[in-house]
């Protein structure tokens, strides 16, 4: 893929790319950092937001997302 574009893409800008364009989308940013793998950290997060796979796969298709086309 980097020869393809002519950068250097490593996870850390993928991430970047990632969670920069899923705000854009009007992702929540509690939503972004659960698909970058940070866990929950406050009392909403932990007992009364959904996590499961259905829930982000839903936010990730509606964000309308594509990373390689």
Same mark, same amino acid.
């Given at each position: 893929?980097?020869?393809?574009?002519?950068?250097?893409?490593?996870?850390?800008?993928?991430?970047?790319?990632?969670?920069?364009?899923?705000?854009?989308?009007?992702?929540?940013?509690? #939503?972004? !950092?659960?698909?970058?793998? @940070?866990? =929950?950290?406050?009392?909403? %997060?932990?007992? #009364?937001? !959904?996590?499961?796979?259905? @829930?982000? =796969?839903?936010?990730?298709? %509606?964000?309308?997302?594509?990373?390689?086309?």
């Amino acid at each position: 893929m980097s020869e393809d574009v002519g950068v250097k893409v490593t996870v850390q800008k993928l991430r970047r790319w990632f969670a920069t364009e899923m705000s854009r989308c009007g992702v929540d940013a509690t #939503y972004i !950092d659960a698909y970058c793998g @940070r866990t =929950k950290s406050s009392v909403l %997060e932990e007992y #009364y937001l !959904d996590y499961s796979p259905e @829930r982000l =796969k839903e936010i990730y298709d %509606e964000a309308g997302l594509t990373v390689c086309e």
